[in-house]
């Protein structure tokens, strides 16, 4: 089973900035693109930002120009630099990773526990 761990949420006021980080393991064969999801209260998970292997970037129109996604490919982890943070940038932000875990697998979506980000106004 694949782990992707999180790191960097928290407690922020607006216009503010966060950065959030997401390793998955380093023995991993392959990833392919990785991501940033988040979940508000009472509402459904939306896609953030993702990034392929090659760095090739994808954002959502309610950050761009805010959040900026990138990654390192030799360690296998991805960043969300958040700045100028607003109230309804609230919600827990989910990593996640297409993942082939051997050379005979194929890739399959792998998540992260989660981390909280808050901004108060």
């Known amino acids: 089973q694949v782990q992707l761990v999180e790191s960097g949420g928290g407690l922020v006021q607006a216009g503010r900035s966060l950065r959030l980080s997401c390793a998955a393991p380093v023995n991993i064969v392959r990833i392919n693109v990785m991501g940033w999801y988040r979940q508000a209260p009472g509402k459904q998970r939306e896609l953030v930002a993702t990034?392929?292997?090659?760095?090739?970037?994808n954002y959502a129109d309610s950050v761009k120009g805010r959040f900026t996604i990138s990654r390192d490919n030799a360690n296998n982890t991805v960043y969300l630099q958040m700045n100028s943070l607003k109230p309804e940038d609230t919600a827990v932000y989910y990593c996640?990773?297409?993942?082939?875990?051997?050379?005979?697998?194929?890739?399959?979506?792998?998540w992260g526990q989660g981390t909280q980000v808050t901004v108060s106004s």
């Open positions: 990034i392929t292997s090659g760095g090739s970037a």
């Open positions: 996640n990773a297409q993942i082939a875990t051997t050379i005979w697998s194929t890739l399959r979506n792998y």
